[in-house]
């Protein structure tokens, strides 16, 4: 998982599309709204998508058997099972959002908090991600070859027990 996720990184630092949304300036994050938003556009685009767990046409809950989000993003949106009970999901359709986009919003904060943990068990790669964040930035090909050659290193499986 490290590896793809480090692979992802890399890529969507390094080559952005053209025609994707930039990221804010100074590094700052996206909001989770437009993160959610893109994802959601995205997989609606792709597949044709029919809700599988409604009865009499009217939506039940969806089951949620995942981990559960960090906890200040709990705080703010609730446990992702409750997100997926049938009074959120009405909630969440009052205000214009199907339950694709409830559980591409559970999606991303799950990818935040997995790469927070991430970050937090090894601090070379939050050395090597920043590397590259600065080398995609600045287009310096020397700092990316040296913060891929860190990458991989904190990446390669340890051959101590």
Not at 111 to 123: A, F, H, L, N, T
Not at 131 to 149: F, H, V, Y
């Amino acid at each position: 998982m490290k590896r793809f996720l480090a692979i992802f990184l890399v890529f969507t630092l390094a080559a952005p599309l053209a025609t994707a949304d930039k990221w804010p300036r100074g590094g700052k994050p996206s909001t989770h709204a437009k993160l959610t938003k893109r994802v959601s556009t995205a997989i609606k685009g792709a597949y044709k998508l029919n809700r599988a767990t409604q009865r009499s046409g009217a939506p039940t809950d969806i089951a949620w058997k995942g981990p559960e989000l960090g906890v200040q993003t709990a705080a703010i949106a609730g446990s992702a099972a409750r997100q997926l009970t049938k009074d959120s999901l009405d909630y969440a359709a009052q205000r214009g959002r199907e339950p694709i986009d409830v559980l591409t919003g559970i999606a991303v904060s799950l990818g935040i908090e997995q790469g927070e943990r991430m970050v937090k068990s090894d601090p070379l790669l939050l050395a090597a991600l920043e590397i590259l964040r600065s080398a995609a930035t600045s287009g310096n090909q020397a700092s990316m070859q040296a913060g891929l050659q860190l990458l991989e290193q904190v990446l390669r499986p340890s051959t101590t027990p």
